[in-house]
C-alpha cells in the first residue's frame, strides 16, 4: 500500500514535472514566434530603409546627371554669349569704321558741292557778263554799221579810207563776239559735265548709304 501511494506520487510528480517543461516550451515557443515576428518586423523595415535608400541613391543619380546637364548647357549658353559679344565688338568696330568712311565721304561730297556751286555761281556771273558784252557789241555793231551807211550816204566814194577804218574795226568785233561765243558755249559744256559729275556723286552716295544699311542691318 505505502509503495503505490509513493508511485502514484512519483507519478503525479513526473506528471507537473512534464506540465511545466510543456508550459516552459509553450512560453518558449511563444517567446521564440514573438522574436521571429519582430525580426521580420525588423527584416522587412531594413528591406524597406534599403529599397528607400535604393531610390534615393536612384533619385541623386538623376539629379546629378541632371545637374551635371544644367551645367553642360549653362557652360554652352556662356561659350554661346562670349561668341556673341566678339561678334557684337566686331561689328561695333565695324559700324563705327562705316559711320567714319561716311562722315569723311559727306565731307568729301559736301566740299565737292560747295565748290560746285562756286563754280556755277561764277559761271553764271560770267555767262551773265558775256552776254552783256555780247549785248553791247552788237549794239556797236549795229551803231558802226549805221554809221556806215550814213557815211556811205552821205561822202560817196570820199570816205573809202573811214569805210575801210570801220570794217576792220566791225570784223574786231565780230571776231570777239565769236571768241566770246566759244567761250560760252565751252561753259555750258563744263556746266553739263559738272551737273553729270553732281549726279553720279549722289547717285553713289545714295547706293553706299543703302548698302550701310544692309550691312546694319546683318
Known sequence: ?????????RLHHMDRTRIQRLSLLQAEKESQADKSRALASKLANIRAS????????????????????????????????????????????????????????????????IEMREFKEIAERFVVKCRMEVDSLRNKVN??????????????????SEITAAEVRRLELQAEKDNVCRIIDCNHQIKA??????????????????????SATR
Open 193 to 214: 559735265q559738272l551737273q553729270k559729275q553732281l549726279q553720279i556723286i549722289l547717285m553713289t552716295q545714295t547706293q553706299d548709304k543703302g548698302s550701310e544699311l544692309k
Open 50 to 113: 534599403e529599397q528607400r535608400c535604393s531610390w534615393l541613391d536612384q533619385k541623386i543619380a538623376s539629379q546629378q546627371f541632371k545637374l551635371l546637364s544644367v551645367k553642360c548647357q549653362i557652360e554652352n549658353l556662356e561659350a554661346k554669349q562670349d561668341s556673341l559679344s566678339l561678334q557684337l565688338r566686331l561689328l561695333q568696330n565695324e559700324v563705327e569704321e562705316l559711320e567714319e568712311l561716311r562722315d569723311k565721304r559727306e565731307s568729301f561730297h559736301e566740299a565737292k558741292r
Open 143 to 160: 551803231l558802226l554799221r549805221s554809221s556806215f551807211m550814213e557815211l556811205k550816204s552821205n561822202s560817196g566814194d570820199s570816205c573809202n
Open 1 to 9: 500500500m505505502a509503495l503505490s501511494s509513493a508511485f502514484h506520487e
